[in-house]
């Protein structure tokens, strides 16, 4: 019984995520309020990550757009660039040698995002899914380790975090988020924190 919470929570979410809310305007009933003039958050972050086969902890920072909702004004369409710098280990089997070097991935992302609670919430929490392209980089000296970390890659990832008002108003704040994106060589943990600034609607219903 207690094994299988986890998944009926899960599946709960999701279902609450899906649900129409009757109770929202009739602003709110139409499919979707995308594009420049839906705008609802910019984001700026930094953090750590814990990369597959990289030495120590990457930094990784970012910045990234609310691009509005679909269906309800829980469900937001989320866009953002991330640039990611660590070192790998790697052995040249032909010369006998061993090197570390730096690598980076620069990512275009686009994900949705659900909040938990209605978009007025001093403290929201959330979940992401979505995908990306990752171009990858390297200079090691290693035939090998340079073209798995010279190419262009597809990934996936997920996260859930927290955003937090800050200001009386609501247009300032903090969000704090874990992440994981499974990237081919370089699939990673991440933890991350930032600044938010809120705008259209997400400010508007803003309790007074």
């Known amino acids: ?41 910019l984001t700026a972050y930094l953090g750590g ?34 640039y990611l710098r660590g070192r790998v280990f790697a052995v040249d089997s032909l010369r006998d040698v061993s090197k570390r070097g730096p690598f980076s991935d620069l990512s275009a992302n686009v994900s949705l995002m659900w909040l938990a609670h209605a978009s007025a919430s001093r403290f ?6 979505g995908a990306g392209v990752h171009i990858l ?22 996260a859930a975090g927290s ?9 300032t704040g903090a969000f704090f988020e874990l992440r994981r994106a499974l990237v081919s060589d370089v699939n990673r943990t991440s933890a991350r924190a930032g600044a938010v600034w809120f705008f259209g609607d997400l400010v508007r219903s803003q309790p007074r």
């Open 1 to 41: 019984m207690r094994s299988s919470f986890p998944s009926v929570t899960l599946a709960a979410l999701l279902m609450c995520a899906l649900a129409p809310e009757r109770a929202q305007s009739q602003r709110d009933s139409t499919s979707s309020s995308l594009g420049i003039a839906s705008v609802g958050a």
């Open 49 to 82: 990550a814990n990369v597959d086969f990289a030495e120590g902890t990457a930094i990784e920072g970012g910045l990234g757009i609310d691009l509005g909702w679909l269906r309800t004004p829980r469900i937001r369409l989320i866009g953002d660039v991330e």
């Open 124 to 129: 929201t929490p959330y979940i992401v899914a």
């Open 137 to 158: 980089s390297s200079r090691l000296g290693v035939q090998l380790e340079d073209f798995r970390y010279n190419a262009n890659r597809f990934g996936l990832q997920v």
């Open 163 to 171: 955003r937090i008002r800050l200001s009386s108003e609501g247009r």
